[in-house]
């Protein structure tokens, strides 16, 4: 059971609405194509509806409107102003359009990529260097990481001249790699078929009311 | 292909359906259990939360995706409650618009379970920037001073905006905060590394892993059940089949490829 909806008529109606798509959706897989498209359309429609209400009630109103009339903050202005612009892009000359989407994209990839220095790459160098106090079993494990990892990356060697000996590490690296990835592939295939229960699940137990 | 083989290609996924349904509907069975015998990812959260101080604040970075969200929603459930058990109060804040409309949803349910100690933070647009200001605070209310007002940080992953950006954006800026995630398996060879590391101090990552979890807590209820055992056992045995099948038939075809050079 999902337990998302309750027991009032609008919860009653958007179960069966739920029920309807999810047999609609399933319905695909036995090739019935047109009725599936129209489901897509419906999610396309809804999300695009729900889109415009969160942008106007969470952040348009309360994050823009409220605070410039309260308080006329002038950041907030200058803000505005590159929205008009990036509206407006088709019909500004190209300087002045290309500014805002340059400010958009130059903020998000100093973010993420300072993110990815100071948070990803430099903590997990650290954790990979084998430091003064560590135990003999995680240096073991460090050295093995470090073997396999070379494995792996020999296998990449495509067209490169080698040897017996560099062939068969190449050769070892690339059923490690595709052990790893099968280990992976089992994980998400437990993990799809619990998506794929659960939601017959709710067709079974929120909307036909089979009671578990 | 044969007639007869089109319908069988035709008619499987039904079968499949059919059959999985019928097993959804069996009573649960008590010798299948889906309960990981390793049980370092329950000890470790139980561990961080153990941690807390008494009438905690905690942080529900709450950003899973539509899709995975119904692998990973009991065991969030489970672990919402648990927090409400040990009077932590619970601030939902939403990156992503995904993540806004579970949010509301899963906050919606614990109204009609007579709620709790549960404050909505709202949807905070802007993806890592919005972190970032989140972590050193610009919103009135309880996180008025940012992120370091908080005394862990839940973070149920699934969307772009999960455990990973959390990692990268707020444990540089708030030193000490806690981070415990949940998410699907997907994200589990992005986000194992950073457990290793301990810039995640927990990770539920499998269904394993929230199975061992909610059994873990001995308190069952209904919002707590995981999925059913025996239709992912059949599920499993199919996608055996199909691997199975897929392996003979190449096996044959090498067999009498092998026999047609013979005979040439």
């Not at chain 1, 396999?148 to 690296?173: D, I, N, Q, W």
């Not at chain 1, 994980?187 to 939601?199: A, M, N």
């Not at chain 2, 009573?27 to 959260?45: F, K, N, S, Y």
């Not at chain 2, 807390?52 to 899973?64: I, K, N």
């Amino acid at each position: 059971m999902t337990g998302f909806l309750g027991t009032g008529p609008a919860d009653v109606l958007a179960t069966w609405v739920a029920a309807l798509v999810t047999l609609v959706v399933l319905g695909g897989l036995l090739g019935e194509r047109r009725v599936f498209g129209w489901s897509q359309h419906l999610l396309a429609g809804l999300a695009t509806g729900y889109l415009a209400v969160l942008a106007v009630t969470e952040v348009i109103v309360p994050r823009v409107l409220v605070p410039l009339a309260a308080d006329g903050r002038p950041e907030l202005l200058v803000g505005l102003a590159l929205v008009g612009l990036a509206a407006g892009a088709p019909w500004l000359p190209r300087p002045l359009a290309v500014f805002p989407l340059s400010i958009a994209i130059g903020a998000i990839a100093a973010f993420a990529l300072g993110g990815a220095v100071v948070g990803t790459l430099l903590p997990q160098l650290a954790g990979s260097v084998v430091g003064p106090g560590q135990s003999a079993a995680g240096t073991l494990a460090g050295a093995l990481a470090a073997g396999v990892s070379a494995l792996v990356v020999l296998s990449f060697l495509h067209g490169v001249p080698r040897g017996r000996v560099l062939g068969a590490a190449a050769g070892t690296g690339r059923w490690l790699l595709i052990a790893g990835m099968g280990g992976w592939l089992g994980y998400l295939l437990l993990s799809r078929l619990v998506l794929l229960v659960d939601r017959i699940g709710f067709l079974l137990g929120d909307w036909m009311g089979v009671g578990r | 292909m044969s007639d007869r083989a089109r319908l069988v290609d035709r008619f499987a996924p039904l079968v499949l359906l059919l059959a999985l349904a019928a097993a959804w509907a069996l009573p649960e069975q008590g010798w299948l259990t889906l309960a990981a015998p390793d049980p370092d990812a329950r000890a470790r959260v139980t561990t961080a939360l153990d941690a807390l101080p008494a009438e905690s604040l905690v942080v529900v970075g709450f950003d899973p995706d539509l899709g995975t969200y119904a692998e990973i929603r009991p065991t969030v459930r489970a672990l919402i409650d648990d927090l409400l058990a040990r009077g932590a109060r619970l601030g939902f804040v939403s990156l992503t618009p995904e993540g806004r409309a579970l949010a509301l949803a899963e906050m919606d349910r614990l109204a009609r379970g007579g709620g709790g100690a549960v404050v909505d933070l709202g949807f905070v647009p802007g993806a890592e920037a919005a972190l970032v200001m989140l972590a050193r605070g610009d919103r009135d209310g309880i996180l008025e001073d940012g992120l370091a007002t908080a005394d862990a940080a839940v973070v149920i992953g699934g969307n772009d905006l999960g455990p990973r950006t959390w990692v990268e954006q707020v444990a540089p800026r708030v030193e000490d905060l806690p981070l415990i995630a949940v998410a699907p398996t997907i994200l589990l060879p992005q986000l194992q590394p950073y457990l290793a590391t301990g810039q995640l101090q927990a990770l539920l990552g499998t269904p394993r892993d929230g199975a061992a979890y909610r059994d873990g807590l001995g308190r069952p209820a209904a919002d707590h059940a995981g999925p059913m055992t025996l239709p992912i056992l059949l599920g499993l045995l199919a996608a055996l089949g199909v691997l199975g099948d897929g392996l003979a038939q190449r096996v044959m075809r090498g067999v009498q490829a092998s026999r047609t050079r013979d005979a040439a």
